[in-house]
Antibody, heavy 119, light 112 residues
């Protein structure tokens, strides 16, 4: 079964750091670009960051650029999101998503991990 | 950034009837070199992650029932759901992947 499982979400104070992980199974992980997408009741769905299959190209949304770092370990079938200098507006459900081959649509999503930034 | 605007924000449709969701982009999503529209549609049921329904504006993802149809080009797109079923209750989102950052519409809530 093709699956993505996120972890690492937590309640954290503003200014602190957190690292999210996403473990992939059921497909050849290093054949696909991967992404992080977050969702809040107020702002809806927001693409956060993406990484190519060989990590040769990384990209970030403006709201997280300079604070978040995406990475992957193809040997461990795992995608990461290092989040530094967290702000209350980063509070969201963070999804890991697979990029559909040849497109930038997201064909497989995890169940999400909740990040809450609050003092 | 490309702004995606969906309409309506919510709609109620009777079982067996047709539902229509519209999506408008602030700039064209048609890439002239391959004549493809860089637009996708997703369905999100309560408590679940989004599910890809349509990509390239009109190509159904594998396993998606053919009552779901995507159409449109350039800046105006439509998701049509024919013969509405109870299981189609969800929020529907459009997404452009023409240019980074990928952006989503605000969502359309479909009820019976």
């Amino acid at each position: 079964e093709v699956q993505l499982v996120e972890s690492g979400g937590d309640l954290v104070q503003p200014g602190r750091s957190l690292r999210l992980s996403c473990v992939a199974s059921g497909f050849i992980f290093d054949d696909y670009g991967m992404h992080w997408v977050r969702q809040t009741p107020g702002k809806g769905l927001e693409w956060v960051s993406g990484i190519t299959s060989e990590s040769d190209y990384l990209d970030y949304g403006d709201s997280v650029k300079g604070r978040f770092t995406i990475s992957r370990d193809n040997g461990k079938n795992t995608l990461y999101l290092q989040m530094n200098s967290l702000r209350p507006e980063d509070t969201a459900l963070y999804y890991c998503a697979r990029g559909k081959t040849g497109t930038d649509a997201f064909d497989i999503w995890g169940q999400g991990t909740l990040v809450t930034v609050s003092s | 950034d490309i702004v995606m605007t969906q309409s309506p924000d919510s709609l109620a449709v009777s079982l067996g009837e047709r539902a229509t969701v519209n999506c408008k982009s602030s700039q064209s999503l048609l890439y002239s070199s391959n004549n493809k529209n860089y637009l996708a549609w997703y369905q999100q049921k309560s408590g679940q992650p989004p599910k890809l329904l349509i990509y390239w504006a009109s190509t159904r993802e594998s396993g998606v029932p053919d009552r779901f149809r995507g159409s449109g080009s350039g800046t105006d797109f439509t998701l049509t759901i024919n013969s509405l079923q109870a299981e189609d209750v969800a929020v529907y989102y459009c997404q452009q992947y023409y240019s980074t950052p990928d952006t989503f519409g605000q969502g359309t809530k479909l009820e019976i």
